[in-house]
């Protein structure tokens, strides 16, 4: 069955800002599922806080809108007990790098086959505009009226460190190339982190659109198996990258879980043990 981009598309309408960034990502995530000629059925997308969470309504498949910053966590568990499943993460800058941002290393020691949009728009939109953690220092906000006094992080190369199997970054004003990544982070086997720089129009202190000319595509012949390499491409400002950083295949959260579970079928010679028995082993 030959899916179209309505197929994707829920009966809420967003009520996002005019011009805001996450139009462009909620188009290529849609643009990308029809390519992919995944059933929506087979497609869950949990959510965090923020204007980036609303995106899990709008698309057409089951979802959860979570707590703040667990949307991470959440979706390793929907991973683990149902692998069969595409599961999309979504989360803003505030959800992922602020109060979520623990979850990030642990789901990647997993390596659970999750795509996760991290959509960072420097700013804390939906709460009226204070500073988020990737606020540019000196930026005047509701909560820095002096200018943000805090170093800010860079997410890409935390990703870098952390050793997430495929991260990527894209521009929410490109929604042509971000369709790529996103399509190449979801066939991606492991977890997949797709920074995507976007606006926030009432809030926010920058503008892509006419800072487009700033992002320039990774160079044709980057190694995406080189970490330092990639390293030092993701902290580069004059331009700005944009694509495939990093790509690396090792074993996911269910390969590692399915061996577990094929040693311990061998050691009980494949009978299942009564739940008696597991509870006076503990005795």
């Given at each position: 069955?030959?899916?179209?981009?309505?197929?994707?598309?829920?009966?809420?309408?967003?009520?996002?800002?005019?011009?805001?960034?996450?139009?462009?990502?909620?188009?290529?995530?849609?643009?990308?599922?029809?390519?992919?000629?995944?059933?929506?059925?087979?497609?869950?997308?949990?959510?965090?806080?923020?204007?980036?969470?609303?995106?899990?309504?709008?698309?057409?498949?089951?979802?959860?809108?979570?707590?703040?910053?667990?949307?991470?966590?959440?979706?390793?568990?929907?991973?683990?007990?149902?692998?069969?499943?595409?599961?999309?993460?979504?989360?803003?800058?505030?959800?992922?790098?602020?109060?979520?941002?623990?979850?990030?290393?642990?789901?990647?020691?997993?390596?659970?086959?999750?795509?996760?949009?991290?959509?960072?728009?420097?700013?804390?939109?939906?709460?009226?505009?204070?500073?988020?953690?990737?606020?540019?220092?000196?930026?005047?906000?509701?909560?820095?009226?002096?200018?943000?006094?805090?170093?800010?992080?860079?997410?890409?190369?935390?990703?870098?460190?952390?050793?997430?199997?495929?991260?990527?970054?894209?521009?929410?004003?490109?929604?042509?190339?971000?369709?790529?990544?996103?399509?190449?982070?979801?066939?991606?086997?492991?977890?997949?982190?797709?920074?995507?720089?976007?606006?926030?129009?009432?809030?926010?202190?920058?503008?892509?659109?006419?800072?487009?000319?700033?992002?320039?595509?990774?160079p044709s012949g980057?190694?995406?198996?080189?970490?330092?390499?990639?390293?030092a491409l993701s902290?580069?400002?004059?331009?700005?990258?944009?694509?495939?950083?990093?790509?690396?295949?090792?074993?996911?959260?269910?390969?590692?879980?399915?061996?577990?579970?094929?040693?311990?079928?061998?050691?009980?010679?494949?009978?299942?043990?009564?739940?008696?028995?597991?509870?006076?082993?503990?005795?």
């Open positions: 069955m030959k899916r179209r981009s309505l197929d994707y598309k829920s009966a809420i309408k967003p009520v996002w800002c005019a011009g805001c960034g996450n139009y462009g990502v909620l188009t290529a995530v849609q643009r990308s599922l029809v390519g992919l000629e995944i059933p929506p059925e087979n497609v869950v997308t949990v959510s965090g806080i923020g204007c980036s969470g609303r995106l899990s309504h709008y698309l057409n498949t089951y979802s959860l809108h979570g707590t703040h910053g667990r949307a991470v966590p959440t979706s390793v568990g929907v991973k683990a007990a149902r692998p069969d499943l595409t599961v999309l993460t979504v989360g803003g800058d505030g959800d992922g790098l602020g109060i979520g941002g623990g979850h990030i290393p642990h789901a990647a020691r997993k390596n659970a086959d999750i795509t996760y949009f991290l959509i960072d728009n420097r700013v804390y939109g939906l709460t009226k505009g204070q500073a988020s953690p990737t606020t540019q220092r000196g930026e005047t906000t509701k909560t820095s009226p002096y200018g943000a006094y805090e170093d800010t992080l860079s997410a890409v190369p935390i990703f870098l460190a952390y050793d997430v199997s495929f991260i990527a970054r894209g521009n929410s004003a490109d929604i042509a190339e971000l369709e790529t990544i996103v399509t190449a982070a979801i066939r991606h086997r492991g977890m997949s982190i797709v920074h995507v720089l976007t606006r926030c129009r009432t809030f926010g202190h920058q503008d892509l659109l006419s800072e487009k000319a700033a992002f320039k595509p990774l980057h190694d995406r198996r080189d970490k330092l390499a990639a390293l902290y580069s400002t004059e331009p700005v990258y944009t694509g495939i950083f990093y790509q690396v295949n090792k074993p996911t959260l269910e390969e590692r879980l399915q061996a577990d579970i094929s040693k311990a079928e061998s050691d009980t010679g494949g009978r299942p043990t009564p739940v008696e028995d597991l509870l006076k082993s503990f005795v």
